[in-house]
């Protein structure tokens, strides 16, 4: 008998009474989709999946697709390894990704639905994510501020958010620089299978707000990105091995933690969920 339980009161859902591995019921599953499109998160304990399974349960909530450094690939190249461990002299994984509030592929023109985390070993102190509930902070905004920002776009700018996504990677090169164009996002997402409303940028990586003077647009930047991450929207999630975290890109934002990587080692693995994930998509997810 599965039990839906909410994690806060404005976020995320813990899923109870559920081996992932084994074939969760169509009733059941449609419950437990659901539970993740309106509350944003979804944490199932206690889990144990290979990288076959791994990637096996997130195709049940959308197609996979290999998503960002393919040379820390785990088995499947669907599998994304977050980890400080090294093999050979070689770091097995990407080790200090995602450290700012962010918005996964912001900067692409369709970020990825979701994105489902595996924890498979973790340091006994920090390593912690937080999460946060973009429709609540939608839903708090002063009505002036969401008159200001609705219908209104950001530019994203991959060269510019390179060091905040990942502090460990050289600059972007001047081949990339050429190629990575900047990317105009809304501010607020309505989201395709619920159509709530979302503030959709938040994030802590540089934007700026299209068609607005600058001193206009920096108060305002500022205003959103503090206020969408305040305590009553949020959760820090202390990761025990076996947990599992599927969050929704396009109404949650995240934020890893740091951790003393010369004592403790923290293995994850991760899968990510296509852009392209409307009614078409979920009525094929059996
Ligand atoms: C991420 O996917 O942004 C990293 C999350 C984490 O490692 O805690």
Known sequence: MIELVPITERIGTEVRGVDVTEGISTRDFDR??????????????????????????????????????????????????????????????????????????????????????????????????????????????????????????????????????YPDRPPPTEAERAEWRDMPQPMVLTHPENGRKAVYAGGNVPWRIVGMEESDSAPLVTFVQEFSVQPRFTYRHRWRAGDIILWDNRSAMHRATGYDMTRWRRLMHRTTLAARHGPDEAATRH
């Open 32 to 165: 437990i989709y659901q539970a993740w499109i309106d509350s944003t998160i979804l944490l199932f304990r206690g889990q144990s999946m290979t990288p076959d399974q791994h990637v096996d349960f997130t195709r049940r909530f959308g197609e996979v697709v290999s998503y960002t450094r393919k040379e820390f690939a785990a088995e499947r190249p669907e599998i994304l390894i977050l980890s400080n461990i090294a093999r050979n002299g070689r770091l097995i994984g990407s080790p200090v990704s995602g450290r700012v509030w962010h918005t996964d592929g912001h900067y692409l023109a369709e970020p990825p639905a979701g994105s489902m985390l595996h924890a498979l070993e973790v340091p006994p102190q920090g390593g912690d994510t937080w999460f946060a509930n973009m429709f609540a902070a939608w839903e708090d905004l002063p009505e002036q501020v969401k008159r200001r920002i609705e219908g209104r776009e950001v530019v994203i700018s991959r060269v510019q958010s390179r060091p905040y996504n």
